[in-house]
């Protein structure tokens, strides 16, 4: 499942550099994770890097958003496959 960032959130920013997915931005009070770019770094590292380096403690799992390893995992392939995609055109036009 993806996580979720609750209102305790202090706006330390340590957190939006950690996201491998880019899935944390700055939401209209405090930080917000995008369900769909959150694989709780499946794929990228054992644990997520997010909620490691968070003071406050304000990172849990969204209950509300269940996913299993087998989804985060499929999810992980999407996001990377959406990444290559987006760099390919860019060498492409490079070497024209």
């Known amino acids: 499942m993806a996580l979720k960032i609750t209102d305790e959130c202090i706006n330390c920013d340590v957190c939006e550099p950690e996201c491998p997915n880019q899935a944390i931005s700055m939401g209209p009070d405090i930080y917000v994770i995008d369900p769909a770019r959150c694989t709780e770094c499946v794929g990228h590292f054992d644990e997520p890097q997010c909620v490691q380096v968070c003071p406050v403690e304000c990172i849990p799992k969204d209950e509300a958003l269940p996913e299993t ?18 760099v390919k055109p860019n060498k492409l036009t490079e070497q024209a």
């Open 69 to 86: 390893e087998v989804q985060l995992m499929d999810k992980y392939h999407r996001l990377q496959a959406d990444a290559q995609a987006q």
